[in-house]
Structure formats: structure tokens, C-alpha cells
């Protein structure tokens, strides 16, 4: 079957757009030829810094006939209902429609329609121009003679070539042709800006990768990626060093270069005097290279790695010099502030530092940094206890936790605030518990960071998150779709896995409105549901009043998923939604709500006398169970009322015609619902 092949040549597309903009091309070119009944065996999509690709393996040659039936007016109705549809269906006239019989409506006209496949070449060269013009580039722009349009079209960088092909691999494939703002389609492509001259005519995709490999691209990004990747530690262990790895600098640097070429610098040992964290963060951040590490004493070596763009004549020794002195540059700048920093915190009390912050605003409606300091303080001190911190230490770590904020090293490089303030508190002859609340009361910033484990650390981590939960809930700043400027999804779930991986017993209600605390739940339910947990569980039991208490939470929806994965628990669950559904209904109907009280005179049945014994019995030892945090032992209990519950579904009638009687059973029904919901509300639950 054929294949397709474009590619979207152009000037440098930003690293941070690359992989979003290759995803994009496959699903939308992709959908587009679905959506035409052009179903394919696989795609792949390609970029590198000037250019975007996709081939689509196993296409037809063109699409399928399509047979369609549309109904039209009845015989003899009026001109225009016959007018409209023959236009509808596209028939020259009536004589070209069918009639049929319908044993109630009587004859009817029929359009039978027979559409032949258009060539799949004339489907892409519909699809593709609209494709491009419609791109959802984050930023894009217009260039040229034509750019003063309003409809001229737009890309990220200014678009210079479009190759299309289309056949199978036994022949030569053929242009999809059409044009877009002058430019048109065709079989050409460019290598390497520097390494290599002319253009190139390919065929497909096999030929379209050898031929760029041989003018120094390489296409494929996880490729540059595993040859950057490898490359770096061989070097390095060439110099007994280990390469310090950085994902994120990986995928970056595989967005700038075509044609990777791995070498190594250095710096004067001087420089290691600075933090391992701020000679990282200065190299990475000003030149984009990989910093290397000693094995033996796991500090940083005088080393680096970067990735040139071309293979130099000179082995690279240029480019490796202008590096270095960049660099030593850059390092020069971090090691003053250092410096600077490490004399100040010497010189200056704390206090004198705080004071400082004061003329700092945090939020215009939250009053200044200062101010929000002593809030998380107080509130770290009140924490303590529930978690086993020392009141006073935990209240001086809050103070202390975010001094780092006012110094010279965290000014040129906010990406080690925390970390820093662990250095100067070491320098400063704090108590360890400090430093690492410093460090560690920013965690955890992601799904995958580690959470803080000493007491200290989680009493401020947890002040600090609360503090600005509850701030902006009281000014009603909250997230609002995808927009979260104050990150406060993530500061909730912060709170939720510092609670749960230290199985911490912390009521939030203490700290907490409703409406905020409905907020922790939704965090609660991504966070269970990540782990495989079910989220109608989660909503069952914090529709109970009083669930603030994350862990207890969590407890009980994971013995509540045990128990309704058992036979008992399925049954049960049907038939407490059977009387819930029933209530609901007489509920609305007779404008009241039917509560416990059964009257044991008005029991006639032995299956009703039977279930009202239960639940009087039960009661009293489920709540007891629950009082004690035995949750496994109180799904035992309830387990015991599906006998009795299935019994009287099945012999008793509830809407008796004796409306006494009726009452009383619905008041039955109510006592059901009433000993369910004491582990949680069973109408919550799907299933």
C-alpha cells in the first residue's frame, strides 16, 4: 500500500515548541484522512530545528465508494418538498429517485447515491494546505511581500519549502500537488545550514533519512537525543567522571542541533569553592551544557559537556574555548555572590533580614511577604505538635525558610531558592532541623518530587501550602479551568501526599472552609485515582459531614473498595440504591422526608421485623468500629444486612395500600439508607 511523506521546511522552530508542533501534525493530518474514510497502517512524526515531518504508512490508493439511501417526500407532495430534495440528494430530476411502499405512509421516494472514491493524492493536497494554514503554533508570524495581508499565511518561522510524496515502494512515487501563498509542493529537500550545500530530491521515507543522514541531519529527535546521551558519558568516563544528568537540558538541546556533536571544556578548579547547585544552574542555564561529577567524592569536577551544531575542522577546539570563556565569566559572577551572600549572613542578625521583606508585597490583598513569614510561623507552630515537631524549632525554620529570597546567589538564579537557604543556615550554625526545613518546605513541587519526612520540615512545608491555599480562597482567587497563576492545584496536592505518605492525622477543617475543602477532595481523587483508586469511592465518603481528615479518607475508601469487590458488597450496594431510589421518589411525591422511627406495632411481615432487628443491632457496632478507626471490621458489620435487606425486597411490598403500613416501611427504608451512610453514601457510588 502507499505511503506519504511531507515535510514543512522552514527557519529555526523554537526547542520548546519541537515535540507539541510534531504531535500535532500527526493527529491533525492523521484525523483529517480518518475523518475521509482513508484509514492507514501508522504514522510517524519527525522534527528538528528547521524542519517538521510526518510519514503515514499503508494508505489505500484511494477512497472508498461510499452507497447511501436518503428518504424523500411522499408521492405527489408538493413541488418544493420534491425541489429540495433532489438538491439534497443531487439528482437531476425525480425520475433518477426510486419509489417505495410503506404499508402506513403509502410511496415514497428514495435517493440511492453512489459516490466513487476520490484518488487519495487529491484528498491530501485538500488536506495538507489546510492543515498548515491552520497550525496551532503557540506563537507564529507572517514574512515576505504578502505579510501585510491579513489572510497571508503565518508559521513560527518563515516557511521555505514543502516536500509531498505519495506511492508505494514498488514505484516511483508521485508530487502531491498544491500550493499555498506561492509556495508550491514538490520532492526537495535541504541538509545541514553549514555542512552541506544544494538541495536534495527524495523519494520516501527510507530515502528521505539516508540522504539527510548523509548531509549531516539527523531526523529523528529521540535518536539526536540517545546520541547526545551516550556520547556525553563516554567522554566522560573517558575522564573518570559521571556524566550529571538533566532531562529537561536533553530534550532542549536536541531542539537546537541537527547534526550533534558531543565535546568537553573546563573551568578553573577555583570555582568549586561555589555550591554544586549554583555552578550547575550558572553552566546550564547561560550556556546550555551538562556539568560532570567525580565518583569518588560525588562533587562536581572541573568539567563540562557541551553539543555543537557542526563537526569543526579544528576538532572543536574554537568552539570549546569560546565556551570556557563564558563561562569563567558566568562563574566569576556566581562565586562574588556567593561571597557576598556568605559575609552578609555573617554580619546581618536574622531579624534585620526579615525586616526587609516587609517592603516586599506578596499579593496586593495578602499584604507583603513579611507579613505572610509570620502567618506560616504561627501557623508551623500550631502544626507542630500534630505532626511531632518542636513548637519553637518548627516556628523558627518558618522564619528562617525564606530568607535566601533577599540574597545575591537566589536573585541570579531563582531555580535554587530552598537550597541555598540549607547552605546558609549551615553557615550560619543553625540546628540541622532548620536548614532542611529551608530547603525542604518548598516540596513537593510535582507529581514525582519527594515529599518532606522531618517533622520541621513537614510542620513549614504544610504551614507554607495552607497559607496560600487559604489566602487565596479568602480573596476568591481560585483556579479556574486550565488557569492557575498561583499554582494552587499543586499546592493542594502537596498538602494531600505530605499528609498520606507520612500518614499524618491533620483535621483541615481546623484551617479550612467548605468550599476549600471540596478543593482538596478534587486533588484527593486525582491523586487516588493516579494510583488506581476509583473516584466515585472518594465522593462517597467526603459527602459524609465531618471528612477532613485526608488519611482517615483514604482508609476508608480503600476498605470500602475491598468490600464492594465481594459478593456482600455488590449486593448490598444494589439494594440500598433500590431503597434510595424508592425514598427519592415517594420523598418527592408525599413533600416530606421520611427519617428513622420505625413503630415495631406496624412489622407485620417477618422479613421486615427481621431487617429492622438488624439494623438496631448493627448500628450501634458499626459506629463503634468507626469510632475506632476499624474500618475493616465496620464493612464486616454492614456486610451482615445484605441477607435481610435481600429478603425483604423480595417479600414485602413496600407502597402497601395501608398507608400506616406504607409509612412505616418507607421509615424502614430510611433506616437502611441511614446505617449505610454511616460509612458513606452509598448513591455516590457507581455500579
Not at 410503506?102 to 459516490?115: L, S
Not at 540546628?431 to 522531618?454: L, N, W
Amino acid at each position: 500500500m502507499p505511503d506519504l511523506l511531507l515535510e514543512l521546511f522552514c527557519e529555526e522552530i523554537p526547542a520548546r515548541m519541537q515535540a507539541g508542533a510534531a504531535e500535532s501534525l500527526r493527529k491533525l493530518v492523521t484525523d483529517a484522512l480518518v475523518e475521509r474514510g482513508l484509514v492507514y497502517e501508522g504514522a510517524k512524526a519527525f522534527v528538528t530545528p528547521r524542519r517538521l515531518a510526518l510519514a503515514v504508512h499503508g494508505l489505500p490508493a484511494q477512497q472508498p465508494d461510499t452507497h447511501e439511501e436518503r428518504k424523500g417526500p411522499r408521492v405527489g407532495a408538493p413541488q418544493g418538498a420534491i425541489d429540495g430534495f433532489l438538491k439534497a440528494a443531487g439528482l437531476a430530476s425525480i425520475e433518477q429517485a426510486s419509489i417505495e411502499s410503506d404499508p402506513k405512509k403509502g410511496e415514497f421516494y428514495i435517493a440511492r447515491i453512489h459516490k466513487h472514491g476520490r484518488p487519495t493524492p487529491e484528498v491530501i493536497a485538500e488536506i495538507v494546505p489546510a492543515v498548515i494554514r491552520a497550525f496551532p503554533w503557540p506563537k507564529s508570524m507572517r514574512w515576505g511581500k504578502g505579510s501585510t495581508s491579513p489572510n497571508a499565511l503565518r508559521w513560527v518561522r518563515p516557511l521555505q519549502s514543502i516536500l509531498c510524496t505519495f506511492g508505494p515502494e514498488t514505484e516511483e512515487p508521485e508530487i502531491v500537488a498544491f500550493e499555498i501563498d506561492g509556495l508550491r509542493s514538490g520532492d526537495v529537500t535541504r541538509g545541514h545550514r553549514f555542512l552541506a550545500e544544494g538541495t536534495i530530491r527524495v523519494r520516501r521515507l527510507e530515502d528521505w533519512m539516508a540522504k539527510l543522514e548523509a548531509a549531516f541531519v539527523v531526523v529523528d529527535r529521540e535518536r539526536r537525543k540517545d546520541i547526545i546521551l551516550n556520547d556525553a558519558k563516554d567522554l566522560a568516563l573517558a575522564q573518570g567522571l559521571e556524566l550529571v544528568e538533566d532531562a529537561g537540558l536533553l530534550d532542549e538541546i536536541s531542539g537546537l542541533v541537527e547534526w550533534p556533536v558531543v565535546l568537553m571544556g573546563s573551568f578553573d578548579p577555583a570555582f568549586l569553592d561555589v555550591p554544586d547547585e549554583v555552578v550547575r544552574a550558572t553552566i546550564r542555564a547561560n550556556q546550555k551544557c551538562f556539568v560532570l561529577k567525580d565518583p569518588a567524592t560525588g562533587r562536581l569536577a572541573n568539567r563540562f559537556i557541551l553539543v555543537s551544531n557542526l563537526a569543526a575542522s579544528d576538532g572543536g577546539a574554537a568552539i570549546i574555548a569560546g565556551n570556557e570563556r563564558v563561562i569563567r565569566a558566568r562563574l566569576s559572577d556566581a562565586k562574588f555572590f556567593w561571597e557576598t551572600d556568605k559575609k552578609t549572613n555573617a554580619s546581618v542578625p536574622l531579624e534585620e533580614r526579615l525586616a526587609k521583606f516587609g517592603n516586599v508585597t506578596f499579593h496586593e490583598k495578602l499584604g507583603s511577604q513579611l507579613e505572610r513569614i509570620r502567618r506560616i510561623a504561627r501557623l508551623a507552630r500550631e502544626l507542630a505538635p500534630v505532626v511531632g515537631a518542636d513548637p519553637d524549632l518548627a516556628e523558627q525554620a518558618a522564619l528562617y525558610a525564606k530568607s535566601d529570597l533577599r540574597t545575591e546567589v537566589v536573585g541570579e538564579f531563582p531555580e535554587v531558592q530552598g537550597l541555598m537557604g540549607r547552605y546558609y543556615a549551615r553557615l550560619e550554625g543553625l540546628p540541622e532541623e532548620i536548614a532542611a526545613a529551608a530547603e525542604e518546605h518548598y516540596k513537593p513541587q510535582g507529581p514525582t518530587d519527594i515529599v518532606p519526612t522531618a517533622p520541621v520540615s513537614i510542620a513549614v512545608a504544610l504551614a507554607d501550602k495552607l497559607d496560600t491555599l487559604v489566602g487565596f480562597w479568602a480573596i476568591d482567587e481560585k483556579p479556574t479551568g486550565s488557569k492557575d497563576p498561583y499554582a494552587l492545584r499543586r499546592a493542594a496536592l502537596g498538602v494531600v501526599r505530605i499528609v498520606l505518605e507520612n500518614g499524618l492525622t491533620v483535621k483541615l477543617g481546623a484551617f479550612a472552609e467548605p468550599d476549600l475543602l471540596s478543593f482538596f477532595a478534587d486533588r484527593l481523587k486525582v491523586h487516588l485515582r493516579e494510583a488506581g483508586a476509583r473516584h466515585d469511592l472518594v465522593d462517597a465518603v467526603f459527602a459524609l459531614p465531618g471528612q477532613d481528615d485526608l488519611l482517615l479518607v483514604v482508609k476508608r475508601v480503600e476498605a470500602l473498595g475491598r468490600f464492594l469487590a465481594t459478593e456482600d458488597g455488590k449486593n448490598l450496594l444494589a439494594g440500598t440504591k433500590r431503597a434510595a431510589n424508592i425514598l427519592r421518589i415517594e420523598e418527592k411525591k408525599d413533600g416530606v422526608a421520611y427519617e428513622g422511627g420505625v413503630d415495631m406495632v406496624l412489622l407485620h411481615e417477618p422479613e421486615e421485623r427481621a431487617l429492622a432487628d438488624a439494623i438496631a443491632a448493627l448500628g450501634p457496632q458499626i459506629e463503634q468500629a468507626l469510632a475506632r478507626e476499624d474500618f475493616e471490621a465496620a464493612m464486616a458489620l454492614i456486610a451482615q444486612l445484605r441477607a435481610p435487606v435481600d429478603a425483604f425486597f423480595e417479600k414485602v411490598t413496600v407502597n402497601a395500600e395501608d398507608q400506616a403500613l406504607r409509612v412505616n416501611r418507607l421509615r424502614l427504608l430510611a433506616d437502611i439508607r441511614a446505617a449505610t451512610r454511616a460509612i458513606a453514601d452509598f448513591e455516590r457510588i457507581e455500579g
